[in-house]
């Protein structure tokens, strides 16, 4: 299974914020959707950062409330490992697992097309192991 087939699936909506928005917005923005991280785009969709629940609690216990009204752009990781729709969910789970991140936002001509999170690739990767074990049953008992 690759990329493509899994944003058929799932969706391509991805939860935005500018770089210019406050941490206090990008904290909303987490809580509303019940999701880990926001992408930072501009409006070209043009992937600029990431900002997770990780950064944002790193930064309160470091600085304290008040740092939520600074903006997104000053905390975000800027070195956004993103992933294509050609790519399958083994290359995926090799992206997460060397960066030690959940989440691998999709780019198709330089722009935010989708995201994918790690209980996504979970979620599809245990379907791909039911269907074989079905396929390798079903070849069993007709042999
Ligand atoms: P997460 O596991 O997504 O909560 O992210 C853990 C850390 O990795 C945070 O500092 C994020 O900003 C960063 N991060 C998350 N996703 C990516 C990504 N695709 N590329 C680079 N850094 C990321």
């Known amino acids: ?66 740092v939520l009204e600074t903006p997104v752009a000053s905390v975000m990781t800027r070195n956004v490992i993103s992933c294509g729709e050609t790519d399958t969910l083994d290359q995926l789970m090799a992206a997460m697992t060397t960066g030690r991140f959940r989440h691998l936002p999709v780019t198709k001509d330089g722009a935010l097309a989708g995201i994918v999170s790690i209980g996504d690739v979970v979620k599809y990767h245990l379907a791909e192991i039911e269907m074989e074990a079905t396929a390798m049953k079903e070849y069993i008992a007709h042999t």
């Open 1 to 66: 299974m690759n990329v493509s087939a899994i944003l058929k699936q799932k969706g391509r909506e991805v939860e935005t914020v500018t770089p210019q928005a406050t941490l206090m917005q990008a904290a909303n923005a987490l809580a509303a959707r019940r999701i880990g991280a926001v992408v930072v785009v501009d409006e070209h969709r043009k992937v600029h950062g990431i900002i997770s629940e990780r950064d944002i609690i790193r930064v309160l216990a470091k600085s304290g409330p008040a």
